[in-house]
């Protein structure tokens, strides 16, 4: 058994966690919850975020406007330049209505962000456009009401430009789902480092039974996968390559190197944000 402490409200808090040697799932143990990227530190630091988060995901005010978040912020746009551009379409889609015009949709697009004090030019414009005018379109066909979180997610699917991932990012940040996985760049590194993926995974090739995986594991350290998907994306987003290879040194290291293609079906680019 190993014991870890944190401070909430100035008051210590304890965690129990089993041995390291303990397999936590098949072929994976818990490893020791001080040394990175093992399960034991994963179900330690999900712990600790939930001391001080509230578990709500969402970046919009409906499901449209987490459709237009999630759309716009994944392939090959930084996240920061990926929520600039939804503030400036979901300002004008509460001003002006549920819809955009093709016109409309490059010119929020095209125009330069003010992101981190510069401006900067969203990627792909043109794309996103057009695949933002066909998704609210088609929207409205989708009775939210009456679908299950896994269901929710397959309607998405279906619509111009969104693919499982981008569906999953919608239905987890809209409902707080834990049905579903957003298996980002992010996720597959932490994964692979831990064994809960094989080496060379990769979600084009498979992202059901990645995700499967991932939520059998997320069930097995105690920790809600909606909520283990934010702390293993934060971390993981902010450790760079050098701080990486010192904190995992390639001798010990299950991949030294690791990138994948991107998860969706619609659109095969590596890209930095979800």
Known sequence: MQQVVALAASQPIFLSLPAPDTEVMSNVVWGRFEDVFTPAFWAAQAWMDSSHTDGNFSLGRSLAEELVACLLGGHGAPAEVGLAAFQRVATHLREHGPTLSHATAIDLLSRPLAVNGRWVRYRFANTRARYLVGSLQALPHIQESELDDTELRNRLCALPGIGLKTAS????????????????????????????FEKGSSPARGYLGLEARFLT???????????????????????????????IPSSNSRSNALTYSEGDSDVGRRRRRR
């Open 169 to 196: 990012w919608i239905v987890r940040n809209q409902r707080g789902s834990d049905q579903v996985a957003i298996l980002d760049v992010h996720i597959m590194r932490a994964g692979i480092m831990m064994g809960v």
């Open 217 to 247: 594991f997320c069930r097995a350290v105690g920790v809600r996968p909606s909520q283990m998907d934010a702390v293993m994306w934060r971390t993981m987003r902010n450790v760079g390559p050098i701080l990486m290879g010192i904190l």
